[in-house]
């Protein structure tokens, strides 16, 4: 238990549906992280925020819309998604923003599996 | 763009042997973590290095920063089926901002 919780756990979809995944972290921080993560692919960044304000965007497709209301909540709304977008989507946060190398340590949520069908 | 390299992507040993996996990068990096990932969970860090030529220890594993600091090991001593999972290494630098590289991640499974 890392104190970053994910829901749903795994998530079947088809390529017209709209569906929201959850994060939600107990730990106080300032900083939360959308990843997705692909077989024999490294984690990719996809959306960061700090103090619900959106910090980075990684040249995401717009059918990947992110949300974060407040600090300890964030979103992944989800629209006519692809089955190259099935991967398991990981959320992290960290008490402060990684910045010009300084490592704050990320914790992880244990993902959503999404498979498009 | 970093790039991360990690060598093996699996690696497949019985319960007792020694095993080193190494994260490779023609980048320099202010400080590169080690993750342990289980099936069904996210990653878990395990250390992090900041100084060239850093040797850490945790318990059985011992992790080394180059001297460079463009590559790293973990080198797990008398390994247990407890250690199975994907190890991933990811690194910081000064010019990514609040970005971490990772790398793709070796895959270990130690049988009993």
């Known amino acids: 238990e890392t104190g970053v919780t994910q829901t749903p756990r795994h998530l079947v979809m088809g390529m017209t549906n709209k569906k929201s995944l959850k994060c939600e972290q107990h730990?106080?921080?300032?900083?939360m992280y959308w990843y997705k993560q692909s077989a024999k692919k490294p984690l990719e960044l996809m959306f960061v925020y700090n103090f619900k304000e959106q910090t980075e965007n990684n040249s995401v497709p717009s059918r990947f819309s992110p949300e974060c209301p407040n600090s300890s909540h964030l979103f992944l709304h989800l629209h006519t998604l692809q089955p190259e977008d099935s991967a398991l989507y990981l959320c992290?946060?960290?008490?402060?923003?990684?910045?010009?190398?300084?490592?704050?340590?990320?914790?992880f949520g244990p993902g959503t599996r999404l498979t498009v069908l | 763009t970093q790039l991360l390299e990690q060598s093996p992507q699996f690696l497949s040993i019985q319960e007792g042997e020694n095993l080193t996996v190494y994260c490779n990068s023609s980048?320099?990096?202010?400080?590169l973590q080690w993750y342990r990932q289980e099936p069904g969970e996210g990653p878990v860090l395990l250390v992090t290095v900041v100084t060239g030529g850093e040797v850490k220890k945790l318990k059985r594993l011992t992790f080394q920063f180059g001297d460079a600091r463009k590559d790293s090991s973990l080198h797990i001593t008398a390994a247990q089926p407890g250690d199975t999972g994907l190890y991933l290494c990811?690194?910081?630098?000064?010019?990514?901002?609040?970005?971490?590289?990772f790398g793709e991640g070796t895959q270990l499974t130690v049988n009993p």
């Open positions: 980048s320099v990096f202010s400080s």
């Open positions: 992290a946060s960290s008490q402060d923003l990684l910045v010009a190398g300084y490592t704050d340590t990320q914790y």
């Open positions: 990811a690194g910081a630098a000064e010019t990514s901002g609040s970005r971490l590289t």
């Open positions: 730990l106080g921080h300032n900083a």
